[in-house]
């Protein structure tokens, strides 16, 4: 399987920071990786696909970069509804897999 | 916009079988892989496995000793079953559209609002 390793766990942050997560995969994905955000007690909410495709109707603040095994998402001026969990999943090989996500919450 | 939801039992025995089917709504099954995804409490998220359109079906290494899954797209509905469930198999459960995203496999664009399912006797 292949692992995906997501850093932070947690980070704490103010509104209208950038905040920046990083997933590393235990091999080269090229850029099969998309990004979900979390609310508490929601499914998860595809934000980026193909590491730095934006899904339709997602706000421009948010983007993805990477390609291989490392990759990094960002969170332009973050907004108090962007507070949640963030998880990353390659889609490279099966099975598919997750990192163990980030929560992202206000200082 | 696709919806789907989950349906099913709450609570399951130990050594029993868990039961869930996912209902579309707003859309066709056609050329999506359909999948069950799910998240213990206060834990991340892990891959069950899916059922294509057509009826094949991969599952995670992992589970696959106990899992099924089939699709009716004639009610439009799939389902899961995962037998002789222990509490590790306590979770939220969430069926997804999964869509090929090149060159690999699949990100998953809908969900389901997610079903708890407790193991307990």
């Known amino acids: 399987d292949i692992q995906v390793t997501q850093s932070p766990s947690s980070l704490p942050a103010s509104v209208g920071d950038r905040v920046t997560i990083t997933c590393r995969a235990s091999?080269?994905?090229?850029?099969?990786l998309s990004w979900y955000q979390q609310k508490p007690g929601k499914a998860p909410k595809l934000l980026i696909y193909d590491a730095s495709e934006l899904e339709t109707g997602v706000p421009s603040r948010f983007s993805g970069t990477g390609s291989g095994t490392d990759f990094t998402f960002t969170i332009d001026r973050l907004q108090p509804g962007d507070i949640a969990t963030y998880y990353c999943q390659q889609y490279d090989n099966l099975p598919l897999t997750f990192g163990g996500g980030t929560r992202v919450d206000l200082k | 916009q696709v919806q789907l939801q989950e349906a099913g039992p709450g609570l399951v025995k130990p050594s029993e079988t868990l039961s869930l089917t996912c209902t579309v709504s707003n859309g066709s099954m056609n050329y999506y892989y359909w999948s069950w995804i799910r998240q213990p409490p206060g834990k991340g998220l892990e891959w069950i496995g899916y059922v294509y359109y057509s009826g094949s079906t991969t599952y995670n290494p992992s589970l696959e000793s106990r899992v099924s899954m089939l699709i009716d797209t004639s009610k439009i509905q799939f389902s899961l079953k995962l037998k002789s469930v222990t509490a590790a198999d306590t979770a939220v459960y969430y069926c997804?559209?999964?869509?090929?995203?090149?060159?690999?496999?699949?990100?998953?664009?809908?969900w389901g609002q997610g079903a708890m399912v407790t193991v307990s006797s």
């Open positions: 091999q080269d994905i090229s850029n099969s």
């Open positions: 997804a559209r999964g869509v090929i995203a090149a060159p690999g496999w699949m990100a998953f664009d809908f």
